[in-house]
């Protein structure tokens, strides 16, 4: 089991029910972050931590909320996937979906923490990869 830390927004509260549509979503009026019981532990694990952000980051305005969206989840990558864990998971293998398997998060979470490396990780992981890129 990976230990994660979850900075929870202060006075908002976890709703785990049923949703008509999407994972999750943040009640701003109630305080309220809701996710979808139907979701498996690595898609609820990247739910709440992905929601907690939003609430914690603030209401953003419709024409901001695509950009929003893209960094909100960057930042749940992060959350949920530790650089040395990360580095330590490419070392063995560069397929992203065993990456996911092992770490216990969601696939779109790995490309995310990927897109998102600044340059010291970037650089650091290129250095510990640079075996597969060798054997091909």
């Given at each position: 089991?990976?230990?994660?830390?979850l900075v929870?927004?202060?006075g908002?509260?976890?709703?785990?029910?049923?949703?008509?549509?999407?994972?999750?979503?943040?009640r701003?009026?109630?305080?309220t972050?809701?996710?979808?019981?139907?979701?498996?532990p690595?898609?609820?694990?990247?739910?709440?931590?992905?929601e907690?952000?939003?609430?914690?980051r603030?209401?953003?305005?419709g024409w901001a909320?695509?950009r929003?969206?893209?960094?909100?989840?960057?930042?749940?990558a992060?959350?949920?996937?530790?650089?040395?864990?990360?580095?330590s998971e490419?070392?063995?293998s560069?397929?992203?979906?065993?990456?996911?398997?092992?770490?216990?998060v969601?696939?779109d979470?790995?490309?995310?923490?990927?897109?998102?490396?600044d340059v010291?990780e970037?650089a650091r992981?290129?250095?510990v990869?640079?075996?597969h890129?060798?054997s091909a």
């Amino acid at each position: 089991m990976v230990e994660r830390e979850l900075v929870w927004p202060a006075g908002w509260r976890l709703s785990v029910e049923t949703l008509t549509c999407g994972r999750g979503r943040c009640r701003w009026a109630s305080r309220t972050v809701a996710v979808d019981r139907r979701l498996t532990p690595a898609e609820r694990d990247a739910t709440i931590t992905h929601e907690a952000i939003h609430a914690s980051r603030g209401p953003c305005p419709g024409w901001a909320r695509a950009r929003e969206e893209a960094t909100v989840h960057r930042l749940a990558a992060r959350a949920l996937i530790a650089d040395g864990r990360l580095a330590s998971e490419l070392e063995w293998s560069p397929d992203p979906r065993v990456i996911a398997w092992d770490l216990q998060v969601t696939g779109d979470l790995v490309g995310a923490r990927l897109d998102g490396l600044d340059v010291a990780e970037r650089a650091r992981l290129w250095a510990v990869t640079a075996h597969h890129r060798d054997s091909a």
